[in-house]
T-cell receptor
Framework: EAGVAQSPRYKIIEKRQSVAFWCNPI?????LYWYQQILGQGPKLLIQ????????DSQLPKDRFSAERLKGVDSTLKIQPAKLEDSAVYLC???????????FGPGTRLTVT | GENVEQHPSTLSVQEGDSAVIKCTYS??????FPWYKQELGKRPQLIID?????GEKKDQRIAVTLNKTAKHFSLHITETQPEDSAVYFC???????????FGAGTRLTVKP
């Protein structure tokens, strides 16, 4: 089966600019996750969707980060405005439901200068 | 919320030796504990997981043990091989894959 797709793979922006990441989960996967992985750290859950509803966004910095999954399939994560500390790999993952294994995408490496 | 601590941060072993990575968690409600392997520049991949109703689980050279009373769980890799070299992350969740919290990772190096 095709894996989780993410784009772009790399992005370099200046601080205070905006950026958006896109994720297409594995077909049929109802649950979608966005993680932030700062170099040398474990992934940090930003937001979890079940179909098009938000299950958990307690660690999402809502003053600058937003995410949507309007049709319950693909999803976008936006940062506006970006800060230097947002430099990280943004990983998208999906699972059939929350009871099943998460499959990670290749990630988007964001560098904020 | 849940806090997961992982030790050691780096681990170097000789090929054929065993490797043990330990994690502790803070939320007694956590009931799902997966382990992920992440090779350099690649995505995390699930290698084994355990639920709170089980004390130990084994899959070939990999095993995980869970002590709910002490709130810690460990990954054991036996007969290590150079291809086991990677960063390993533990994680804990109060319900299946919901609200997953990851440890900081252990960089394992297996020397041939």
């Amino acid at each position: 089966e095709a894996g989780v797709a993410q784009s772009p793979r790399y992005k370099i922006i200046e601080k205070r600019q905006s950026v958006a990441f896109w994720c297409n989960p594995i077909s049929g996967h109802a649950t979608l996750y966005w993680y932030q992985q700062i170099l040398g750290q474990g992934p940090k859950l930003l937001i979890q969707f079940q179909n098009n509803g938000v299950v958990d966004d307690s660690q999402l910095p809502k003053d600058r980060f937003s995410a949507e999954r309007l049709k319950g399939v693909d999803s976008t994560l936006k940062i506006q405005p970006a800060k230097l500390e947002d430099s990280a790999v943004y990983l998208c993952a999906s699972s059939l439901s929350s009871t099943y294994e998460q499959y990670f995408g290749p990630g988007t490496r964001l560098t904020v200068t | 919320g849940e806090n997961v601590e992982q030790h050691p941060s780096t681990l170097s072993v000789q090929e054929g030796d065993s490797a043990v990575i330990k994690c502790t968690y803070s939320d007694s409600a956590s009931n799902y504990f997966p382990w992920y392997k992440q090779e350099l520049g690649k995505r995390p991949q699930l290698i084994i997981d355990i639920r709170s109703n089980v004390g130990e689980k084994k899959d070939q050279r990999i095993a995980v043990t869970l002590n709910k009373t002490a709130k810690h769980f460990s990954l054991h890799i036996t007969e290590t091989q150079p291809e086991d070299s990677a960063v390993y992350f533990c994680a804990a969740s109060p319900y299946n894959n919901n609200d997953m919290r990851f440890g900081a990772g252990t960089r394992l190096t297996v020397k041939p």
